[in-house]
Each structure stands twice: as structure tokens, then as C-alpha cells.
């Protein structure tokens, strides 16, 4: 007896890997300091839990509607023509567990067997495990430090083929910190525009944590009006990673389809969390923008400390709260008799050496690097990227 060749397809998500093995080595007496982890080490705010509390005290524990609640779906279409210029109106949002149970649901309405989907890597670990589970086919098209992740128009250009359904993509981007420029969006747009059967994906849960530039959607550029889905939610911008709430903007037929997929497999949303939720997107962002200070504080930390270890190549990342360096330097050399061969290879040997926990950028489509998160305090990015000089010294 097995499981499914379709799972059987799908790799295990390497984050949430190295996130079990620094815990089970941190089970065992040994401080370890986890950087894998891609979740802000802030509290809700406390507004947002209050109103999560009055919304039990007033007795919202009941079913709610499979695509969110009215209230919170006219909120959301706010926040998106407020904030992001994007023009969908309620009936054309749908609220679900986060923002990956979202982008799930989208490749799972429009994707039938042998479809493509064009995905830039860097790449969120997820993103070519959903099209695999949808019967779909990643197509991958790659950049490196040398243009900060930006990939090559050209390389998009050749990418798309007659099978092509969706191109699939973050800004600021998981793991590089990548932001794609207004004007860099508005040449991707050009080029999907004159292919009408292609649907956008743009994922956007880090639009609040970026720095010195304003966020800019995709959907708001006028080309693709009526074939981009945003997708958002508040566990990055709003430290409510435990909450579940991710939500999309899309097209009707879309958003209808994923109402019905959605209610077929997980119904609605948490009731209490959608509360909150209209809560978080009606109120002050004040508790939002402190979260942003410290981790553009925290960016420049780890990047100083990485720029001065021999052999690690920092990017600079300009959103999100992760750097994504090249390390491949170290590939190939040795210790104790066990040679670096990879950078998962590189990063379970910090874990053994270290006790510092990365996770290798094989999993996000780049194996030159790793991902390393400075969603932690900066007295243990400090003690961390010691730790990490001082382990790769002894490789020869």
C-alpha cells in the first residue's frame, strides 16, 4: 500500500524541514538560533486581539460564509483600491487560510493536466509543489545576484508556450527580498498583455515590508485589468501568521470558482479571525510600520556581518525580511570528512556545527545560496552570524 503518485510527486517543504530538525536538536538541550523560519517574532497587535475576543464574547463561532464575510470582503476591496489601486469589488474577493491556501486554490480552478505555469526563481518552496499536485507542469526561469534576482524579460519571452496558463510570482519576493520596480512590472505586463489565455498570479503578503519604496501591484498597471489575481493576507504585515487569513482579488469567473472549490474542501474561514480581520485592515497601521523599522534595522545588521565573512556573497534586499546570499564558494570543501556538495549540504552543517538553523536555496530554486531570515532579535543575528564565521572557518 502507498500514497498517491501525485503526492508522491511533491517534495516536503524544506523550510518547515529545517524548522522540525532545529527543533528536535533544540529538544535535546542544544540553544539553537532559528533563521529558517519565514514569520515575524512579533504579537498580534493588540487591537486586533481585542476585537478577536469581543467577537467571541458577541457570538460570531458559527459557520461563516464560505467566501468571508460581507464586511470583511468590503473592507478587503478598500484596502485594495485605497492602498493598491485595484479596482475588485466585493463579489470578487475571497477569504481563505492564509495566503498559500489562496494561491492553492487558484492553480486548483485553472489548471488541467500538462498546463504550465511560468514561475521565476527565486521562488517561494510551495510554488512548483502546487502546480505538481494540480497536474500542471512548472516552468522555471532563473536570475541570479548579479541582477538581484531580477530575471531576463527575454527569458519570460521564450518561456511561454501554446500550453502556458498562468505566470506565478512575489513582490517584494520569499526568499531574495526582490522587489520588482513599477517600471520593470510594466514591461512583464506587455508581454503577458499579448497573450490573452495567461492569468497572473502576483503574490503580495509582503507589501508591507519593504523599504524606501512605495509597493506597487501589478493589477493596478491598466495592461491586465481583467487577468491578474492579487493575493494577500495579514500574517507578514500584521504578525498574525497563526491567525490563517489570506484573501485574493481576481477576476469574477475566478473568484466563483474558487468559492466553489474552496467550499467543497475547507468551507469558510475561521469566523473569529475574519473579526479581527476587518478589525486589522480598518485600523491604524502605526503597529505595521514599527514592525517595518525594526526589520530595516535588523536588514542592515545581518547584511554587515555577512559581508564580512570570506566566501559569502550578500544581496541587499529591499523588502520582505530575508537575504538570500551566494555561497557556493564553499562547495567542495571538507570537514571531519564530510564534504559541502550543496547548499542544503552547507546548511545542515551550520546546524551541526553552528547551531544556527538556514534553509538551503535548492528548495527555492537557487542552489548557489541559502535563505536566511532576520525575523529574530538582533542580539541573536548577532550571536548567530558569529557562530556561522566562526563554523565556516574550519572548512578547507
Not at 571531519?336 to 535548492?362: M, P, Q, R
Amino acid at each position: 500500500m502507498e500514497v498517491s503518485k501525485r503526492l508522491q510527486s511533491v517534495s516536503e517543504s524544506q523550510t518547515l524541514v529545517m524548522t522540525k530538525k532545529a527543533r528536535a536538536l533544540a529538544a535535546t538541550g542544544v540553544k539553537v538560533i532559528n533563521l529558517s523560519i519565514g514569520e515575524p517574532d512579533f504579537d498580534t497587535p493588540t487591537f486586533i486581539s481585542d476585537a478577536a475576543k469581543q467577537a467571541i464574547d458577541d457570538g460570531w463561532t458559527h459557520y461563516p460564509p464560505v467566501a468571508g464575510y460581507p464586511e470583511l470582503r468590503q473592507a478587503i476591496s478598500k484596502k485594495f483600491k485605497d492602498q493598491n489601486n485595484l479596482d475588485y469589488a466585493p463579489e470578487q474577493i475571497v477569504v481563505s487560510g492564509g495566503a498559500k491556501h489562496s494561491i492553492t486554490n487558484v492553480i486548483f480552478s485553472l489548471i488541467n493536466d500538462g498546463d504550465e505555469v511560468i514561475i521565476p526563481a527565486p521562488y517561494w518552496v510551495s510554488y512548483p509543489e502546487m502546480v505538481k499536485l494540480a497536474g500542471g507542469v512548472p516552468v522555471v526561469i532563473n536570475s541570479d545576484i548579479d541582477t538581484d534576482y531580477t530575471f531576463d524579460l527575454d527569458d519570460l519571452k521564450q518561456a511561454i508556450s501554446g500550453k502556458t496558463k498562468i505566470v506565478l510570482f512575489s513582490s517584494p519576493c520569499n526568499p531574495s527580498g526582490t522587489v520588482f520596480s513599477e517600471s520593470f512590472l510594466k514591461e512583464v505586463a506587455a508581454i503577458i498583455d499579448s497573450h490573452p489565455d495567461i492569468i497572473v498570479i502576483s503574490d503580495e503578503i509582503y507589501e508591507h515590508i519593504q523599504y524606501g519604496q512605495k509597493h506597487t501591484s501589478i493589477g493596478s498597471l491598466g495592461y491586465l485589468k481583467d487577468r491578474v489575481v492579487t493575493v494577500n493576507g495579514l500574517s507578514k504585515g500584521f504578525a498574525m501568521t497563526g491567525w490563517r487569513i489570506g484573501f485574493l482579488g481576481a477576476p469574477l469567473w475566478i473568484a466563483k470558482a474558487v468559492e466553489k472549490l474552496q467550499g467543497q474542501f475547507t468551507s469558510g474561514t475561521n469566523s473569529v479571525a475574519q473579526r479581527a480581520a476587518i478589525t486589522a485592515l480598518e485600523g491604524s497601521l502605526d503597529d505595521t510600520k514599527r514592525m517595518r523599522e525594526t526589520f530595516e534595522a535588523r536588514r542592515k545588521v545581518i547584511c554587515d556581518c555577512l559581508s564580512e565573512i570570506d566566501g559569502i556573497n550578500p544581496n541587499f534586499p529591499k523588502g520582505a525580511f530575508y537575504v538570500f546570499p551566494d555561497v557556493s564558494a564553499y562547495f567542495g570543501k571538507s570537514y571531519n570528512g564530510k564534504t559541502i556538495n550543496s547548499s542544503t549540504d552547507l546548511c545542515l552543517f551550520l546546524l551541526e556545527n553552528a547551531h544556527v538553523s538556514i534553509v538551503g536555496g535548492d528548495a527555492f530554486g537557487n542552489p548557489k545560496c541559502i535563505r536566511i531570515s532576520y525575523a529574530a532579535s538582533e542580539a541573536d543575528l548577532l550571536e548567530a552570524m558569529d557562530k556561522v564565521k566562526i563554523a565556516l572557518a574550519k572548512l578547507t
